[in-house]
């Protein structure tokens, strides 16, 4: 039986999970679930994961969660193409930048996106001028390192820029809507502001399987 990977359309954190696997090329079968219906809520996704949160992943009698858990355990899984190096400078390396963005970086995105997705952005303007600054600098860190080489981590797509495509995704997508006109993001046109994070974006667009991934929802709006 395939593997299952259970997850949110539009949710950048599952988005890793099902893209590591499109871009892997493994076998799984898609459990898109609907957070506005209570899918996570249910006592069978509870006894996966109490938290009710996305993804999960299920391999037979293996369940993992968190993201990154996910693409390790499809790393060691599925060897190739590898998503963690292939050497112990390469993981350590890969490992540093996907826990740098979690820890220091993330959370700022999630305070500056959500209320422009929910209607909230008067309500908490004073939060989301705080996270704008940090992703400000955040963004400018990518953009001096993909200035200077292909890849998050080196010459090859890993884990790392899995782990950091849906947030630029998203916040893009953020930035397009209406909602988002009365802050003063700086992001549009993508291709001016931050040139090299927009050709490793393009990079990634182009790779196979990267459609099989794409937030149906997205795609439905389009």
């Given at each position: 039986m395939a593997l299952e990977i259970f997850w949110f359309s539009g949710s950048g954190f599952a988005w890793r999970a099902v893209l590591a696997a499109e871009l892997k090329g493994v076998p799984y079968t898609?459990?898109?679930?609907?957070?506005?219906?209570?899918?996570?809520?249910?006592?069978?996704?509870?006894?996966?994961?109490?938290?009710?949160?996305?993804?999960?992943?299920?391999?037979?009698?293996?369940?993992?969660?968190?993201?990154?858990?996910?693409?390790?355990?499809?790393?060691?899984?599925?060897?190739?193409p590898p998503l963690f190096g292939r050497t112990e400078e390469e993981t350590a390396r890969i490992w540093r930048i996907?826990?740098?963005?979690?820890?220091?970086?993330?959370?700022?995105?999630?305070?500056?996106?959500?209320?422009?997705?929910?209607?909230?952005?008067?309500?908490?303007?004073?939060?989301?001028?705080?996270?704008?600054?940090?992703?400000?600098?955040?963004?400018?860190?990518?953009?001096?390192?993909?200035?200077?080489?292909?890849?998050?981590?080196?010459?090859?797509?890993?884990?790392?820029?899995?782990?950091?495509?849906?947030?630029?995704?998203?916040?893009?997508?953020a930035a397009g809507k209406p909602e988002a006109q009365p802050l003063d993001l700086r992001l549009l046109p993508f291709e001016k502001t931050h040139p090299a994070l927009a050709a490793w974006r393009q990079r990634i667009q182009a790779l196979p399987g990267y459609d099989g991934a794409y937030p149906p929802h997205w795609r439905e709006a389009a």
């Open positions: 898609s459990r898109l679930i609907e957070a506005s219906a209570g899918d996570h809520r249910t006592p069978e996704f509870l006894a996966m994961n109490p938290r009710g949160k996305v993804p999960v992943l299920r391999d037979g009698d293996v369940v993992v969660t968190e993201s990154m858990a996910i693409l390790a355990y499809l790393d060691r899984r599925f060897p190739e996907a826990l740098d963005f979690d820890n220091n970086a993330a959370h700022h995105f999630t305070d500056l996106i959500l209320p422009i997705f929910f209607g909230r952005v008067a309500e908490r303007r004073e939060q989301m001028d705080a996270a704008l600054e940090a992703v400000r600098d955040e963004l400018a860190a990518l953009e001096a390192t993909l200035s200077r080489s292909t890849w998050l981590a080196g010459d090859t797509l890993s884990a790392a820029d899995i782990a950091v495509y849906p947030s630029i995704e998203v916040l893009l997508r």
